[in-house]
């Protein structure tokens, strides 16, 4: 909904915003390749201009929904322009596959897909007209990014709440867990953690209300509240000792959903470097050049 929403067409809209608002129909994004993660800006995936439309050739990789979705928003390189360009597909598109990636140990809820394209054609009024470049997709990701920023808090609230009551219910040495000084540090920096993620994702919010929120102001919040969570759930597991390895808690699982958000809309490290950018100037995703060796 969101790259519709923002770089579709009147046109395209009016046809999928309703459908998709109301969950009759479901979308998913393809951006992630095999070979491109990080590097997405990479992608080899191409779209081929053809009479009356657009023929897209490649393969995607970690997208949710894509089993099942009835459009995908997918980016392709545009052979003519080398430029990265957005397409409405439709599921039923002749040439396209989805098949299910097994064996995930986070969110095994999402059914993440491998999509292949072969000769997948899409029609001209199915191109989003306002991704011409890599910087126009940034811009989708961007907002997302303060969406995923607020996952890692609720995780987070549902563990300290956990650990909460299992510490003032379960007893060792005559006592309650919560009477013991070291659980009430760890309980009480858990919360601490909460407090500041949430100020975090409601600072966001405000800024992209008054249209002030930046890329880098962006990444800064889903890194720094996936890195909070991971710490809180990490303590929180702590608390419930060999309970905290069992899915029957709900905390091993929270610490296993963690993993992938904490990874997608842009890795910790990636959007450090995306903040970085933005305050130093001088971007830093590729390596320095070799230089000569010295002979010392």
Known sequence: MLTIGLLGSEMQRQKYLPSLADLSSISCWGLTEPDYGSDASALRTTATKVEGGWILEGQ??????????????????????????????????????????????????????????????????????????????????????????????????????????????????????????????????????????????WRLCKLYESGKMTPGQASLGKSWNTLRARETVSLGRELLGGNGILADFLVAKAFCDLEPIYTFEGTYDINTLVTGREITGLPSFKPAPLRPQSRL
């Not at 990701?141 to 709440?161: E, F, Q």
């Open 60 to 201: 995607k990789r970690w997208i949710g929904n894509s089993t099942f979705a009835d459009v995908l928003v997918i980016f392709a390189r545009n052979t003519a322009t080398n430029q990265i360009n957005g397409f409405i597909v439709q599921k039923d598109a002749p040439g396209l596959q989805s098949t299910k990636i097994e064996n995930k140990i986070g969110l095994r809820m999402v059914q993440n897909g491998d999509i292949l394209f072969k000769k997948v054609f899409v029609p001209d009024e199915d191109r989003l007209p306002g991704v011409n470049s890599f910087k126009d997709t940034s811009k989708v990701l961007a907002v997302s990014r303060v969406m995923v920023a607020w996952m890692p808090i609720g995780i987070a609230m549902g563990v300290y709440d956990m650990c909460h009551r299992y510490l003032k219910e379960r007893k060792q040495f005559g006592a309650p867990l919560a009477a013991f000084q070291l659980n009430q540090q760890k309980l009480v920096q858990m919360l601490g953690n909460i407090q500041a993620m949430l100020l975090v994702g």
